[in-house]
């Protein structure tokens, strides 16, 4: 079942929780406890229905809006899984990386600047080398932007850099590299 439509099932449970969660074999507490092992990577606790942990799930349910349901999916599509119980440190993005936020490129990235990180890893494609490396690709790209000033709205540039490449599309000067905030935003402004 796609994650989505399953969280949509299991948050109509929320209201009848009372009845179901005593009852283990019920298929709302089935659904539910998959959906738990899904998205908190465990169950529920069977030998004490009252522990809580129902609640937790329908807490959590609240914050999971279509990005996080994304996050999630990408991370089920992961081609990289760490050990269980492993966390990694990783100063360069001031994370703390275990299987539960690890995606494709957090990982490849890891192993890009701290390649030794490899022996952490309990599942890592066969090619991970060459993801690694750059010369494969592991995702398709974006297309790229059809003009110029497409390829500005896309990127986060300064507003130097902005005004250099609407410079060159319009075959004027380009402004100073010393110039203020205010003349580059007239500059942009004037040249859009």
Same mark, same amino acid.
């Given at each position: 079942?796609? =994650? /989505?439509?399953?969280?949509?099932? @299991? &948050?109509?449970? $929320?209201?009848?929780?009372?009845?179901?969660?005593?009852?283990?074999?019920?298929?709302?507490?089935?659904?539910?406890?998959?959906?738990?092992?899904?998205?908190?990577?465990?169950?529920? !606790?069977?030998?004490?229905?009252?522990? +809580?942990?129902?609640?937790?799930?329908?807490?959590? =349910?609240?914050?999971?809006?279509? $990005?996080?349901? !994304?996050?999630?999916?990408?991370?089920?599509? +992961?081609?990289? /899984?760490?050990?269980? +119980?492993?966390?990694?440190?990783?100063?360069?993005?001031?994370?703390?990386?275990?299987?539960? !936020?690890?995606?494709?490129? *957090?990982?490849?990235?890891? =192993?890009?600047?701290?390649?030794?990180?490899?022996?952490?890893?309990? @599942?890592?494609?066969?090619?991970? &080398?060459? =993801?690694?490396? +750059?010369? @494969?690709?592991? @995702?398709?790209?974006?297309?790229?932007?059809?003009?110029?000033? $497409?390829?500005? $709205?896309?990127?986060? %540039?300064?507003? *130097?850099?902005?005004?250099?490449?609407?410079?060159?599309?319009?075959?004027? /000067? &380009?402004?100073?590299?010393?110039?203020?905030?205010?003349? %580059?935003?007239?500059?942009?402004?004037?040249?859009?």
């Amino acid at each position: 079942m796609e =994650l /989505k439509r399953q969280i949509e099932i @299991v &948050r109509g449970y $929320e209201s009848t929780k009372h009845i179901w969660r005593k009852n283990i074999n019920s298929k709302e507490y089935k659904e539910s406890s998959d959906l738990a092992k899904i998205i908190a990577g465990e169950g529920f !606790n069977r030998s004490n229905p009252n522990c +809580g942990c129902i609640d937790e799930l329908f807490i959590l =349910l609240k914050s999971f809006n279509e $990005e996080r349901i !994304n996050f999630k999916l990408k991370q089920m599509n +992961g081609k990289f /899984k760490l050990f269980g +119980g492993k966390v990694i440190s990783f100063p360069k993005k001031s994370l703390h990386l275990t299987n539960a !936020n690890l995606t494709d490129e *957090l990982a490849i990235e890891l =192993l890009r600047t701290y390649p030794a990180h490899i022996v952490s890893f309990e @599942v890592v494609p066969s090619n991970w &080398r060459e =993801l690694v490396s +750059g010369t @494969v690709k592991m @995702v398709i790209e974006k297309p790229k932007a059809e003009t110029v000033k $497409e390829e500005v $709205e896309e990127k986060e %540039l300064t507003l *130097l850099e902005k005004a250099n490449i609407l410079a060159d599309e319009k075959g004027v /000067k &380009r402004p100073h590299w010393k110039s203020s905030n205010s003349k %580059l935003k007239s500059f942009i402004k004037a040249n859009s």
